[in-house]
């Protein structure tokens, strides 16, 4: 039973969310501010959430603050933040801040559990991610590379596909589990242009609601963490009016 951490200060809608979780087979645990999460995610309980649900506009420490300071703690734990309809610049900030996804209330059932569900997905092991558009394998040698098995390497940044791991200049790069799988994802075919509904699809499972604000934020953030000037991006480069790509380096 997978355990998600709801946080709402909003007792009518944390009760009726918390209600539907259950429904759906998760266990919940919730908290009605960022504080009461943060000490939760502390202690003993914390160790078995998965993923938490968590509402931008929280009295006391607000949602931004509560999102960046998980995000300290672990690069690993999914966040979909909850957001009131219209306020573009507040999910751009949330999504900037570290999370994973967001949701505008009211948001139904339907929604609300698919959501949950990808995102659960995306934080398992990421076999078999980096597959093209034209269906070949992302595992292997790159032409042009040195690579041992599912090892490439592109200039400093050392890209390990079946461990999961990526270092740079011999430093691991600790990346959450989005901003790992567009790594792989764009990796895998290296000059090729992906569209950001290609990678809203193949990463986060957007097949309805895209957003490409979800594909620009975590190419922010993974730019900040595997280039040498973010500003002037080596590996992964933007192609205007079409999407990313990686490389050519």
């Known amino acids: 039973m997978p355990q998600v951490l709801l946080i709402e200060d909003d007792t009518s809608v944390r009760d009726g969310m918390e209600l539907v979780l259950r429904r759906h087979g998760y266990g919940v645990e919730t908290a009605a501010t960022g504080e009461e999460a ?7 309980r914390g160790a078995a959430v998965e993923l938490a649900v968590l509402d ?21 734990l ?6 009131a309809r219209g306020d573009d610049e507040d999910i751009v900030t949330g999504l900037e801040a570290g ?8 948001v139904t059932a339907p929604v609300l559990e698919a959501r949950i569900r990808a995102a659960l997905r995306r934080a398992e092991p990421a076999a078999g991610v980096g597959v093209g558009a034209s ?8 032409a042009g590379r040195p690579d041992h098995g599912d090892r490439s390497e592109h200039g400093g940044l050392v890209i390990d596909r079946a461990g999961l791991t990526v270092t740079k200049h011999g430093t691991p790069v600790a990346l959450p589990p989005t901003e790992l799988r567009v790594l792989l994802e764009l990796s895998a075919a290296p000059g090729r242009v992906l569209t950001r509904e290609h990678l809203l699809a193949s990463v986060w499972d ?9 594909v620009d934020a975590a190419v922010g953030r993974l730019r900040a963490k595997i280039e040498d000037v973010p500003a002037r991006p080596r ?7 079409f999407g990313y790509r990686f490389g050519p380096l």
């Not at 269906?135 to 040698?141: I, L, N, R, V």
């Not at 957007?206 to 979800?214: E, I, K, M, N, P």
């Open 235 to 241: 590996y992964v480069q933007t192609v205007r009016g």
């Open 99 to 106: 999370a994973d996804d967001y949701v505008v209330k009211p």
């Open 135 to 142: 269906g070949s394998a992302g595992t292997g040698a790159v």
């Open 206 to 214: 957007h097949t309805f609601l895209g957003d490409s604000r979800l």
């Open 56 to 76: 931008l506009m929280l009295p006391g420490m607000d949602g931004f603050e509560v999102c960046r300071r998980i995000r300290a703690r672990t690069a690993t």
């Open 38 to 44: 943060l000490a939760l995610l502390a202690g003993e």
């Open 78 to 83: 999914p966040i979909i933040m909850l957001t």
